[in-house]
């Protein structure tokens, strides 16, 4: 056999070849490199399958999909739909820990720098909770130190993107391409960004918990959050301790409104994997079905809700009652009515909340670590050294009965015991009403402003007037004051 210096070249080509065609065939280039992928929902629809990318593979908008890997251990075997993990009868020794569950906080990009950065060193640090069972969703895709923040919209359908609701969600790159800081922090280049950003924010919500249950399929249980809401997670766990994960619960704050009861999603609230395989589990093209159903609507819980309830999984805790239950609150502590009904009631959320609060129930709840915290205990630690017996310039937010020189002849009365010729005389001065509420059994609170007083059985801290701020010359001094000792009677 003659070899020439031609065939000496050609034998290493022939060699590279036959193993690049080699790797080819042991590859599958379909699957991403992040875990499991998205799950095909356009497969069982293919009109929509011509107007969109399905889950898992890059849009062909020009913004950016789904490109970093989740914070979660990859699966050895990535599969489209994780295998059900439902099993009956729970031992009396589990306990969850935060490595049970997916904690899940929901952004923006207009709110992100003005309400996030603070979650990150309380809420998701790693001293409260593992980083692997924490993820963000928002509607751009971002990082912020070993923070990735998913881009949750980016496969929403071509045709749902066309619709005015996304202007935002397609203006918001420009902002930033154009070196304009939408936080608004008081500093050169402030600007509030696109209005709207809360439009987009219902198109969130399926797909999130589609993508939450798909990529962590070991979580017991999906604990959603706000931007402006504080969980307090160790009472959070306690309370979920008390249901059994792989049955269908679906946990929160009572809400209504379209004919759906459904969990406040400001408060924050729990889906049990139980409840996740009967809905999103079984059906991998849920988001889409409801795209149309969603811009219909004007809020994403109220959407999550609604297709939950058609796939067999309703608000409440005793198998879906619908019943509202104290715990997950939809307002902030100093909006909320403490009273006899919810006293010693283990507290588990506020909403609305700022940088402030978040970080002073931080640090609440790390003094609380390792016992239950009621209603009580936080209205002792937080609010009662600051309200005094009278305060000028205050509103406490009372106002189950209102008495004042229109009504004075036949004003509303409580049923419980109370002093009508004080009551009918609250209306005269601040000492006047205060004394009318003495003389009423229940009333823990009133508040006084030129011929009104108001008086509640509720506990309201509410707010006052500083020094300094315009409404002193304004508005007309209002006067509230609070029956503390009373407290005493409400017993746990």
Same mark, same amino acid.
């Given at each position: 056999?003659?070899?020439?210096?031609?065939?000496?070249?050609?034998?290493?080509?022939?060699?590279?070849?036959?193993?690049?065609?080699?790797?080819?065939?042991?590859?599958?280039?379909?699957?991403?490199?992040?875990?499991?992928?998205?799950?095909?929902?356009?497969?069982?629809?293919?009109?929509?399958?011509?107007?969109?990318?399905?889950?898992?593979?890059?849009?062909?908008?020009?913004?950016?999909?789904?490109?970093?890997?989740?914070?979660?251990?990859?699966?050895?075997?990535?599969?489209?739909?994780?295998?059900?993990? #439902?099993?009956?009868?729970?031992?009396?020794?589990?306990?969850?820990?935060?490595?049970?569950?997916?904690? #899940?906080?929901?952004?923006?990009?207009?709110?992100?720098?003005?309400?996030?950065?603070?979650?990150?060193?309380?809420?998701?640090?790693?001293?409260?909770?593992?980083?692997?069972?924490?993820?963000?969703?928002?509607?751009?895709?971002?990082?912020?130190?070993?923070?990735?923040?998913?881009?949750?919209?980016?496969? #929403?359908?071509?045709?749902?993107?066309?619709?005015?609701?996304?202007?935002?969600?397609?203006?918001?790159?420009?902002?930033?391409?154009?070196?304009?800081?939408?936080?608004?922090?008081?500093?050169?280049?402030?600007?509030?960004?696109?209005?709207?950003?809360?439009? #987009?924010?219902?198109?969130?919500?399926?797909?999130?918990?589609?993508?939450?249950?798909?990529?962590?399929?070991?979580?017991?249980?999906?604990?959603?959050?706000?931007?402006?809401?504080?969980?307090?997670?160790?009472?959070?766990?306690?309370?979920?301790?008390?249901?059994?994960?792989?049955?269908?619960?679906?946990?929160?704050?009572?809400?209504?409104?379209?004919?759906?009861?459904?969990?406040?999603?400001?408060?924050?609230?729990?889906?049990?994997?139980?409840?996740?395989?009967?809905?999103?589990?079984?059906?991998?093209?849920?988001?889409?079905?409801?795209?149309?159903?969603?811009?219909?609507?004007?809020?994403?819980?109220?959407?999550?809700?609604?297709?939950?309830?058609?796939?067999?999984?309703?608000?409440?805790?005793?198998?879906?009652?619908?019943?509202?239950?104290?715990?997950?609150?939809?307002?902030?502590?100093?909006?909320?009515?403490?009273?006899?009904?919810?006293?010693?009631?283990?507290?588990?959320?506020?909403?609305?909340?700022?940088?402030?609060?978040?970080?002073?129930?931080?640090?609440?709840?790390?003094?609380?670590?390792?016992?239950?915290?009621?209603?009580?205990?936080?209205?002792?630690?937080?609010?009662?050294?600051?309200?005094?017996?009278?305060?000028?310039?205050?509103?406490?937010?009372?106002?189950?009965?209102?008495?004042?020189?229109?009504?004075?002849?036949?004003?509303?009365?409580?049923?419980?015991?109370?002093?009508?010729?004080?009551?009918?005389?609250?209306?005269?001065?601040?000492?006047?009403?205060?004394?009318?509420?003495?003389?009423?059994?229940?009333?823990?609170?009133?508040?006084?402003?030129?011929?009104?007083?108001?008086?509640?059985?509720?506990?309201?801290?509410?707010?006052?007037?500083?020094?300094?701020?315009?409404?002193?010359?304004?508005?007309?001094?209002?006067?509230?004051?609070?029956?503390?000792?009373?407290?005493?009677?409400?017993?746990?």
């Amino acid at each position: 056999m003659i070899v020439s210096y031609k065939n000496n070249r050609l034998v290493p080509a022939v060699i590279v070849a036959a193993c690049i065609t080699f790797v080819y065939y042991l590859i599958d280039p379909s699957v991403e490199n992040y875990g499991s992928p998205l799950p095909d929902w356009r497969s069982q629809n293919p009109q929509a399958a011509k107007t969109t990318a399905p889950w898992g593979t890059k849009p062909t908008s020009t913004l950016p999909a789904w490109t970093e890997p989740p914070p979660i251990p990859k699966q050895t075997e990535p599969s489209i739909k994780p295998t059900p993990i #439902i099993e009956p009868n729970p031992t009396s020794s589990d306990s969850l820990s935060p490595s049970d569950i997916l904690l #899940i906080m929901k952004t923006g990009s207009t709110s992100l720098y003005k309400r996030l950065l603070i979650h990150l060193s309380t809420t998701l640090s790693p001293q409260n909770i593992p980083p692997e069972n924490t993820v963000i969703y928002s509607d751009n895709n971002q990082t912020i130190g070993s923070f990735r923040i998913i881009d949750i919209l980016a496969n #929403i359908s071509t045709q749902t993107k066309s619709l005015p609701d996304f202007d935002i969600y397609h203006q918001q790159p420009l902002y930033d391409s154009n070196n304009v800081y939408v936080e608004a922090a008081g500093v050169d280049g402030d600007n509030y960004g696109p209005a709207g950003g809360w439009i #987009i924010d219902k198109y969130k919500f399926m797909p999130l918990m589609q993508h939450a249950g798909t990529n962590y399929p070991k979580a017991k249980w999906y604990i959603y959050m706000e931007d402006d809401t504080y969980l307090f997670l160790d009472n959070v766990l306690r309370y979920l301790n008390g249901f059994d994960w792989r049955q269908s619960h679906y946990l929160g704050s009572f809400a209504g409104k379209s004919d759906v009861v459904f969990a406040h999603g400001g408060a924050g609230f729990a889906l049990s994997r139980g409840a996740w395989e009967k809905t999103f589990g079984k059906k991998e093209d849920l988001p889409g079905e409801y795209e149309k159903y969603t811009s219909e609507h004007c809020c994403g819980d109220q959407v999550l809700g609604y297709a939950l309830r058609e796939s067999g999984v309703k608000f409440g805790e005793n198998n879906g009652d619908g019943k509202f239950t104290w715990g997950f609150n939809p307002i902030v502590h100093w909006r909320f009515g403490f009273s006899r009904w919810n006293w010693c009631v283990p507290l588990l959320s506020w909403h609305k909340v700022h940088n402030r609060d978040v970080a002073r129930y931080f640090e609440l709840e790390r003094k609380w670590k390792g016992k239950q915290m009621r209603h009580k205990d936080f209205f002792e630690e937080m609010i009662a050294s600051d309200l005094k017996k009278r305060q000028e310039w205050w509103d406490n937010l009372s106002e189950l009965f209102s008495v004042s020189s229109g009504n004075k002849e036949n004003p509303p009365v409580p049923e419980s015991s109370h002093d009508l010729g004080l009551w009918k005389k609250g209306w005269e001065s601040v000492e006047a009403c205060e004394r009318a509420c003495e003389g009423w059994e229940n009333c823990v609170q009133w508040s006084y402003v030129e011929d009104l007083c108001k008086m509640d059985d509720k506990l309201i801290m509410g707010q006052g007037y500083a020094p300094a701020m315009s409404e002193r010359k304004t508005a007309l001094k209002r006067t509230s004051g609070w029956l503390k000792e009373r407290l005493d009677k409400w017993s746990c």
